[in-house]
């Protein structure tokens, strides 16, 4: 069975960093399109970013770029999403996805982590 566990989370100030993991068990991670999505209560999951199939194609959120990363570590089957310059709009829950295409709407991916919270005070 295919799972997604992610973890990093927690609460910081205005202007820090966190830096997200998310662990692919019972498959390769290059065999997926790989997502961070994030969700506030009450709102829609929102598109973070993605990376592709071998990591050709990186895309990102407008209201993310220049401030988070994506990457990952094949030997470890692990995702990153580094995130600095925090601000309180980016509390929220975060989710890592895996899918078969390269989408930023939720739909597009079939397996999710169960999500870890990020908070940033001001």
């Known amino acids: 069975q295919v799972q997604l566990i992610d973890s990093g989370g927690g609460s910081v100030q205005l202007g820090g960093s966190l830096k997200l993991s998310c662990v692919l068990s019972?498959?390769?991670?290059?065999?997926?399109?790989m997502a961070w999505f994030r969700q506030s209560p009450g709102k829609e999951r929102d598109f973070v970013s993605v990376i592709s199939l071998y990591g050709g194609t990186i895309l990102y959120a407008d209201s993310v770029r220049g401030r988070f990363w994506i990457s990952r570590d094949l030997a470890k089957n692990t995702l990153f999403l580094q995130m600095n310059s925090l601000n309180p709009e980016d509390t929220a829950q975060y989710f890592c996805?895996?899918?078969?295409?390269?989408?930023?709407?939720?739909?597009?991916?079939?397996?999710w982590g169960q999500g870890t919270q990020v908070t940033v005070s001001s």
């Open positions: 996805a895996a899918g078969n295409k390269l989408a930023r709407t939720s739909s597009s991916y079939h397996i």
């Open positions: 019972g498959d390769t991670l290059e065999n997926y399109y």
